[in-house]
């Protein structure tokens, strides 16, 4: 379930784990389960009593632009929790596969974990062969960026640039 938290002012992901513990997950921004500065520091902590307490807090990414997470506990009692990195610029979709003993630990400790697994990459610009013939080259640029790049003249010839 996604909800506002009032106390940290920031949405959260609350997944109730289907494993053998039943605790909740709560994934949300910041290193302290009451507190965050902005899209950064995405982190995972465990409730054992319905959302009193919180316990763990372990880091699934430290950098900015971290946002949209959500998750779920496979059968085997792995958690994967998703979340988008720099939307608008880098367009990553992440995947962390941890435990709740890594959760708890602040760190990662079971031997299959690992954190920041790319799910998606950019899509990527539509590459095109521009013509240097300046430099004797034929130098593969983005599409979008060949404008920039360089420069044709009346007669269809390309500058360098």
Request: glycine share 10%.
């Amino acid at each position: 379930m996604d909800m506002f938290d009032g106390r940290a002012g920031v949405w959260v992901t609350i997944c109730k784990n289907p494993g053998a513990s039943g605790r909740l997950l709560l994934v949300k921004h910041g290193n302290k389960v009451d507190a965050h500065k902005g899209r950064v520091q995405l982190s995972a902590w465990l409730s054992d009593d319905e959302r009193v307490t919180w316990n763990g807090g372990l880091i699934l990414d430290e950098r900015k632009g971290i946002s949209y997470p959500d998750g779920f506990q496979a059968p085997d009692g792995i958690l994967y929790i998703s979340y988008d990195r720099n939307r608008a610029t880098e367009g990553e979709i992440l995947m962390p596969r941890v435990t709740e003993a890594d959760v708890l630990a602040r760190q990662l400790v079971a031997p299959k974990s690992k954190l920041k697994m790319p799910i998606s990459g950019p899509l990527g610009r539509k590459q095109t062969r521009v013509a240097n013939e300046s430099c004797n080259e034929k130098p593969l640029v983005a599409a979008s960026d060949a404008p920039h790049r360089r420069a044709a003249d009346s007669a269809g010839r390309i500058a360098c640039g």
